[in-house]
C-alpha cells in the first residue's frame, strides 16, 4: 500500500469467478445449507470427485473411505504431516518449496531434509535423494505442477520415485493443488494413476486454485482407506468439517468436466500474454509449464539479492514480485524472482509498463 505497487507477488487471481458458482453457493444458502455437514465431507461431492479421479486418471477411489474435504490444501498438507510424524522423523523437501511445507514438519517433531533442485532447469536430482535418504526417513514431499518454478514432474521422475520408496517404510505426500492449471499439452501425472504410490500416499488438493476462489479455503485429500481412518483422527479435532453450502454447491458444479478443464485454457492464454509483454524488458524468463507463476532471471539487471532486488522493484518501479530466495530454508542467490500472471490484462499490462523501465 506504502508505494501503490501492483501486485504480482501473491498467487490470487483478480478477475471475477464463475458467476454460476456463486449462484449455486447462494442457492445452497437460502436453501438452508448452513449446518454441519458430515466430517469427511458432503456425499455428493466427495461422489463427484471420485467419477472426476476415475475419468481423469483411470483410478477408482472410493468416495467415502479415500476422500476427504478440507478447509484448504494447506490444511490437508498439515494434517497429513500430523498423522505421520513422530519426533526425530525425516521427511525430504525439494527447495525452492511452498513456504507451508517446513513449518508444518518442524511443529510435529520431524526434521526437513532439503533437496535443492538444479538450478536453471529446477529437474530433480534423484542421486542426490537417494543420498539424503536414511533409516529416518518417513516421508518426502512432491509438488507438481511446482510452486514456485511451475516445473512439472515427467514419468522419469515417476519411475525414480518408485525406487526411492520401494522397501522403505515411507510415505508421499503429494501438492497436487494447480492439476488443473498445466501448460503446453503436459499432462498431469498425478499419484493417482499409480496404484503401488497412492498406496502409501496422501494427495492434496485446492478448490481456490482451479475456480479462482482462494479465500474460500477450500481443498480435499485423497488417501487409501487404512491412512485416511488415521488422517480424519486428527482432522476430527481440529476444524471436524468444512464449509457446507460451499461444498453443496461444488457437487452440482463439478457435474460440467469443462469446469475443471478449462480454466487451464484462460491461464495458458494470461502466462503468454504476460510472456509477450515482457520480451522487451531487461529480465529473461525461465520456463513454466503450470500454476500461477513465472520466474524471471534479473542477472543482466542487477547484482542485487533476490530480496533487496525485490524490494527496490516494489519501491521504485511499483510491482511487487516475490524473491525465490524466500522458498529456501537458507536463502540462496540465482537473481531470479517470481511473478504471478493470474491476473487481469489491465493488470498486467500496467505491470509490464512499469517492468520496462528497470535498470
Known amino acids: 500500500m506504502q508505494h501503490k505497487a501492483i501486485n504480482l507477488g501473491q498467487g490470487f487471481p483478480d478477475f471475477p469467478m464463475d458467476p454460476l458458482l456463486l449462484d449455486l453457493v447462494d442457492k445452497a444458502m437460502r436453501d438452508g445449507y448452513n449446518q454441519y455437514v458430515h466430517m469427511n465431507g458432503w456425499t455428493a461431492l466427495r461422489e463427484q470427485l471420485s467419477e472426476k479421479i476415475f475419468s481423469l486418471y483411470g483410478n477408482r477411489v472410493d468416495a467415502d473411505a479415500s476422500i476427504t474435504i478440507t478447509p484448504g490444501a494447506t490444511y490437508a498438507i498439515y494434517t497429513a504431516f500430523t498423522t505421520i510424524l513422530q519426533p526425530g522423523d525425516e521427511v525430504i523437501v525439494f527447495e525452492p518449496a511452498y513456504d507451508s511445507y517446513i513449518p508444518n514438519i518442524e511443529i510435529n517433531g520431524g526434521i526437513a531434509i532439503t533437496v535443492p533442485l538444479d538450478f536453471p532447469s529446477y529437474r530433480i536430482d534423484w542421486n542426490k535423494v537417494r543420498e539424503k535418504v536414511t533409516d529416518r526417513t518417513r516421508a518426502i514431499i512432491i509438488n507438481s505442477p511446482h510452486n514456485p518454478t511451475g516445473v512439472v ?85 481440529n476444524c471436524f468439517t468444512s464449509n457446507s453450502p460451499v461444498q453443496i454447491a461444488f457437487a452440482e458444479y463439478l457435474k460440467n468436466p469443462d469446469t475443471y478443464l478449462s480454466p487451464s485454457i484462460l491461464l495458458q492464454e494470461k502466462r503468454d500474454y504476460f510472456l509477450e509483454k515482457m520480451k522487451n524488458t531487461p529480465f529473461k524468463p525461465l520456463p513454466t509449464f503450470g500454476s500461477y507463476f513465472q520466474l524471471y532471471s534479473y542477472s543482466d539487471i542487477s547484482n542485487e539479492s533476490e530480496l533487496e532486488f525485490a524490494q527496490r522493484l516494489t519501491r521504485e518501479y511499483g510491482v511487487a514480485t516475490i524473491p525465490v530466495s524466500a522458498f529456501y530454508k537458507t536463502p540462496v542467490n540465482n537473481s531470479v ?16 509498463d512499469r517492468l520496462h523501465l528497470v535498470s
Not at 486454485?209 to 482407506?225: L, S
Open 337 to 352: 524472482v517470481r511473478f504471478c500472471f493470474a491476473k487481469k490484462t489491465e493488470t498486467l499490462d500496467a505491470a509490464a
Open 153 to 237: 514432474l515427467e514419468e522419469n521422475d515417476i519411475q525414480e520415485l518408485r525406487t526411492v520408496v520401494e522397501g522403505r517404510d515411507m510415505f508421499i505426500i503429494s501438492d497436487e493443488v494447480y492439476e488443473h492449471l498445466i501448460f503446453d499439452q503436459k499432462q498431469h501425472l498425478s499419484i493417482l494413476r499409480y496404484p503401488d504410490l497412492l498406496e502409501r500416499s496422501f494427495v492434496t488438493y485446492s478448490f481456490g486454485k482451479v475456480f479462482h476462489c482462494t479465500g474460500w479455503k477450500m481443498g480435499y485429500c485423497v488417501a487409501p482407506p487404512d491412512l485416511m481412518k488415521e488422517f480424519r483422527k486428527v482432522h476430527q479435532f
